[in-house]
């Protein structure tokens, strides 16, 4: 009788060391640097926000698993610390606790566990709950703690504008682009984290650093960034041609808000991003000229949270538009 040289089973055949767990690892280890530079702006107050972040999304989910799903809890892969931690990211420093309890339980419960748990969403839960909040607490979401100066206090903070409302706000009074610009913090204060704002958005050197490391691991892809980026610095640039004095520069768009934390940290998760490269782009130019649209034209001055979700809902369609070929299939274009 012959050796048999054939083993016959089902798919998949390719296997990898990925999981679920060394992926959210990842993120947080990717999320960390800026998560310390957070405390070191805004002190006591960040590290409060991001402990009851990460800890009241670890409760709703097994609480959720345990007693209403009835299947094994699954805390311990990492996904609902880091929906707790982008939440944080997207809070100023001294808002009430139990405001980020009630954002962690829309973002868990209504926006993840819900539909099933990880990999059913179809929106982003972190920014789920960040809007709810936004539209719920409109004084508390923004009025943004001025960095530095309250680092260890736990009352009383000393607010003022981000650089995004104040450039707004300025261009509604008839203030030129270039005066608001003389009154700004400059564009390498931007770029380090010298400002206020969320806590995780404030240092796009340290975003920037973080979405490197997330690329060498190949946890995400650098279509849907550059797409973000790219059109955002595009289309604000279109606008600021053709009308200097009324619309900001394209630099400035892309280092203020949170146009880095979005595009490298929550517009490419994976169940709610498109699967082709080609789908990936799409989505990634859609964001960027809805974060504009929404900040030049929009009652809000940031916009970034309201385009992922708005093209968190179109996915399906551009899945379904943009199919990869089948293996194997022949062209006959």
Known sequence: MSEQKLTVSLSPHVSSPDNVRRIMMDVLLALSPAALWSVYLFGFQSLRVILIGIGACVF??????RFILKVKPSVDDGSAAVTGLLLAFNLPSHIPSWMIIVGSFVAIIVAKMTFGGLGNNPFNPALVGRVFMLISFPAAMTSWPVPLLNRWKFVDA???ATPLSVAQEGLKNGTTSQQLLSSLPSYQELFFGYRGGCLGEVSVF????G?????????????IPLAVIGSVFVFSAVLWFFNPGVNMPPVFHILTGGVFLGAIFMATD??????TVTGMVIFGIAIGILTVIIRVFGAYPEGMSF?????NAFVPLIDSLIKPRKYGMISHG
């Open 60 to 65: 709703f989910e097994y609480v959720a698993q």
């Open 158 to 160: 000393v607010t003022a």
């Open 206 to 209: 340290l975003l920037l650093l």
């Open 211 to 223: 979405g490197l490391y997330l690329l060498y691991r190949k946890v995400i892809r650098l279509q």
């Open 270 to 275: 994976m169940v709610t991003s498109p699967m």
């Open 307 to 311: 385009a992922i979700l708005i093209m």
